[in-house]
């Protein structure tokens, strides 16, 4: 007996039992169907999907990337501001609205570098004119002003210092000489030198000291060595 005849056969037996068996897999399926349209419609979104709408901007620089530095003295608004990690001077004083009426344009030109990179947690003091012409700043000649520590003219208001050792004898100029000439020195090498020069100026040798330039022991070998 071929497939066809039982078929017929099985149908004259049975209508009833095929037809209800017919219905329940077509229902099979559209319940099938919907159930994975369902799942598919409740799937979170991959990051890939949404990452133009969620991620931060790139533009926004990370915590590491930023200093604060405050600026006061003859700015527009003075204050402690957020900059990028490689700011100058230069960008510090746009940021505070720059120089004030009462500010000595021209001397701040001579004596300040504003190319000078800033550092974390520093301050920068902008004179004002009453400052210079009362001798609060005076004018230092081919180096650069000393912003943390303004030099005066009256020794009485310079503070008391233990053990204040200024040399300007002989021996390399540690505001002047060459990361070459600097590496020279015993206990002296090439991040030493380097890390001499970026805390230029210095208004006394011991500053290599209370900057944090050099231990002690590498300072007790060079300080007859060097000079201002």
Do not use: W
């Not at 559209?30 to 369902?38: E, F, R, W």
């Amino acid at each position: 007996m071929s497939y066809l005849e039982i078929t017929k056969l099985t149908l004259k037996k049975h209508p009833v039992e095929i037809i209800l068996l017919s219905i329940s897999l077509i229902l099979t399926v559209v319940c099938g169907i919907a159930y994975l349209q369902t799942v598919k419609a409740e799937e979170p979104l991959l990051i890939s999907d949404t990452a133009q709408t969620i991620s931060p901007s790139t533009n926004e620089p990370s915590q590491d990337q930023v200093i604060f530095v405050e600026i006061s003295g003859a700015v527009v608004e003075p204050s402690v501001y957020k900059l990028a990690a490689d700011a100058r001077l230069y960008n510090l004083i746009q940021e505070a609205g720059g120089l004030t009426p009462s500010a000595d344009a021209d001397f701040v030109a001579r004596n300040f570098n504003l190319a000078k990179r800033m550092a974390d947690q520093e301050k920068i003091y902008i004179p004002f004119q009453t400052d210079i012409t009362q001798g609060i700043f005076v004018e230092q000649p081919q180096r650069l002003l000393e912003y943390l520590a303004p030099f005066y003219t009256d020794s009485t208001k310079v503070p008391a210092s233990k053990d204040t050792r200024v040399s300007t004898g002989s021996g390399i100029n540690i505001n002047d000489a060459s990361s070459a000439e600097l590496d020279k020195l015993p206990g002296v090498g090439p991040s030493t030198a380097q890390k001499i020069i970026d805390n230029r100026p210095y208004t006394s040798v011991d500053e290599l000291l209370s900057k944090n330039v050099l231990k002690d022991s590498v300072f007790e070998q060079i300080q007859s060595l060097i000079s201002l």
